[in-house]
């Protein structure tokens, strides 16, 4: 089996990614670790934790980082909600997360197991690069580090020039962009294509009526409120999800490689220069199966 390490600001749309991997067969979670980014560091590990309750899972849960590594810890509460379950909640899980802190998990682990520690960063970076801060020996130790941030080459979603996770910590996605380790990267601009639900996806989860699809449903409702308004379209956009999806199986997924620096300041704070370059560490998802997602989706809802 594979040994995954999730990094997550759980939130609407990391809820369902966690539960696709908690429900994959080929997947042993060893860690969930919690950041603050969609919601503060206290809410994310109680959404991960009943993520993991509802799945009937018992997966250890590490609080990381409160706050990003140079500057003041902005939510999206707007979109999520206070809770940053679409605000269905209150959700009260009965386990508590572990002692340890999520970085030094992080490190134990992959030193545990050497180029055995497949990493999902679904969040902001910043337990990530404090790893590779506090512990660089780690970087080639891990066996792959998928991301879900950036824009690629489309437009932002916090900002016209930046996705939600690399605005709120640029410099920790810098610090890890920029580290010797290989990284696939699926980007903002791609979910807008592959990974979104529509009317017609929202009535086919609709027929699954488990419990754990009712409860992906329903926490989105805050989300499609806010897209009905600004966009007028009855859509959201499911990044964590796809990046799942990818990492689940991406034998349907093309990559370029690419070299990537963030801006780290000003207007454009947290946007992803891109280099496109043969010998770049970066693998950039520019093509994702939608026929996969969405089997991926509905088979872990079932």
């Known amino acids: ?3 995954i390490i999730i990094d997550t600001d759980t939130a609407t749309d990391d809820a369902v990614a966690i539960i696709m991997a908690l429900k994959n067969k080929s997947f042993n979670i060893m860690a969930i670790t919690t950041v603050a980014g969609n919601v503060d560091l206290n809410q994310a590990t109680s959404n991960a934790l009943y993520t993991c309750e509802i799945c009937d899972k018992f997966v250890p849960v590490y609080k990381g980082e409160s706050h990003p590594l140079k500057r003041k810890l902005e939510t999206s509460k707007f979109f999520h909600g206070k809770d940053g379950l679409g605000d269905t909640g209150p959700y009260e899980p009965s386990k508590k997360a572990e002692a340890e802190n999520a970085t030094n998990q992080i490190i134990s682990l ?3 197991y050497p180029n055995e520690i497949e990493i999902i960063a679904i969040g902001p970076l910043t337990n990530i690069a404090k790893v590779f801060k506090y512990e660089p020996s780690v970087i080639k130790k891990i066996k792959s580090l998928y991301i879900m941030g950036g824009i690629g080459v489309g437009k932002g979603n916090i ?3 930046a996705e939600f996770n690399f605005w709120v910590d640029p410099d920790a996605a810098d610090i890890v962009l920029n580290s010797e380790i290989n990284i696939k990267m699926i980007a903002w601009d791609t979910t807008q294509i592959y990974g979104y639900l529509n009317k017609k996806n929202f009535e086919d989860l609709e027929k699954i009526n488990t419990t754990l699809s009712r409860f992906a449903i329903n ?3 805050k989300g499609l409120e806010y897209y009905k308004i ?7 956009d499911l990044a964590d999800p796809l990046a ?3 990492m689940i199986d991406d034998d349907d997924t093309n990559y370029r490689r690419c070299n990537i620096k963030i801006i780290l300041d000003g207007e454009e704070r947290g946007k992803d220069i891109i280099s496109f370059n043969k010998n770049g560490n970066i693998k950039l998802a520019t093509h994702v199966s939608r026929t996969n997602f969405l089997n991926t989706l509905k088979k872990s809802l079932a």
């Not at 600004?230 to 959201?236: D, G, Q, S």
């Open 230 to 236: 600004k966009y007028n379209e009855h859509k959201i």
């Open 244 to 246: 799942m999806a990818v």
């Open 159 to 161: 900002t016209e020039h």
């Open 219 to 221: 926490i989105q409702k």
């Open 1 to 3: 089996m594979r040994k």
């Open 110 to 112: 992959i030193n545990k």
